[in-house]
């Protein structure tokens, strides 16, 4: 059963791990986390899922495919950018 | 005036120049979220156009408290949670309070996999779970998570694309994350 400081870091943990949580608190947070390991594997998995999202993301970020692009220019009736040689 | 305000002063004047550089320049951004909030190649298609079109017209009365991307943004935010709300239309709306059910919060999964390789956890059926698990957000928390942690914008910016608080863009990043932390560890930790 968690405890209420559990509950407590775990409605924080996001601030936590964002930076947005006053210092002292983070101070708090780590010692109870040194002590309890269901806590520590939630804020490291966390984290980890959060940082899986941003690389994942990064790497399959899709360029607009050429034939969208085209469709799309000739439905607002524009012509492309033109880039210099 | 600054180049940025000249270039504004062109798109509200309807310059065909400006407005396809404006597109270039943020045409990825709304396909990507379109994307990923209807996995649907050809309806992300129709947002992106729908989002442009939206755009030329309402930019004679654009006014810049936000800047443009966060504009184009919300309209390709509204524009996508449209289609959804069409598809199921019992969905909650982005603007209604999302309830925490009694328990929703807690932890389930305690097994610690973070140490695990980068390139043994992101490989091709691993990818396909977790786009799975972003698929099965409710919308309200899907887009508040594409847009902070996939798209990279600061909670301002989600905030002022979805006319929400800072506080409730916390709120719904929060659970999301929750929900796909515990979904992640249940499917590494029967794997590693």
């Known amino acids: 059963m968690p405890s209420e400081m559990c509950k407590n870091l775990l409605s924080q943990l996001s601030e936590y791990l964002d930076g947005e949580l006053e210092a002292a608190f983070c101070t708090e947070i780590e010692r109870h986390m040194a002590g309890c390991p269901d806590c520590r594997a939630v804020v490291n998995t966390m984290e980890k899922t959060i940082e899986l999202y941003r690389i994942a993301s990064n790497a399959s970020r899709s360029e607009v495919p050429a034939d969208v ?9 524009i012509d492309a950018p033109t880039h210099g040689e | 005036m600054n180049s940025q305000d000249a270039f504004l002063e062109k798109l509200r004047a309807g310059d065909s120049v400006a407005f396809a550089q404006l597109v270039e320049a943020n045409q990825r951004n709304v396909y990507n979220l379109a994307l990923r909030m209807l996995n649907d190649p050809q309806e992300a298609e129709d947002v992106l156009q729908e989002t442009f079109l ?10 810049g408290r936000s800047s443009l991307s966060t504009w184009l943004y919300r309209i390709a935010s509204n524009a996508s949670l449209m289609r959804l709300r069409k598809k199921r239309p019992e969905t909650t709306s982005i603007d209604e309070p999302l309830e925490m059910e009694e328990g929703e919060s807690l932890p389930r999964q305690f097994v610690d996999w973070s140490s695990v390789p980068e390139d043994e956890l992101l490989n091709g059926e691993s990818r396909r779970m977790m786009d799975e698990a972003v698929a099965e957000l409710p919308e309200g928390l899907r887009i508040v998570f ?3 942690d996939i798209e990279g914008l600061s909670t301002q910016e989600a905030g002022e694309v979805l006319e929400l608080s800072e506080a409730a863009v916390k709120t719904r990043l929060h659970r999301a994350r929750l929900a796909l932390r515990e979904k992640l560890s249940a499917y590494f930790a029967e794997r590693l």
């Open chain 1, 69 to 77: 692009q085209d469709r799309l220019f000739k439905v607002l009736k």
């Open chain 2, 54 to 63: 939206s755009a030329y017209k309402a930019l004679p009365g654009f006014e």
């Open chain 2, 146 to 148: 594409v847009l902070r």
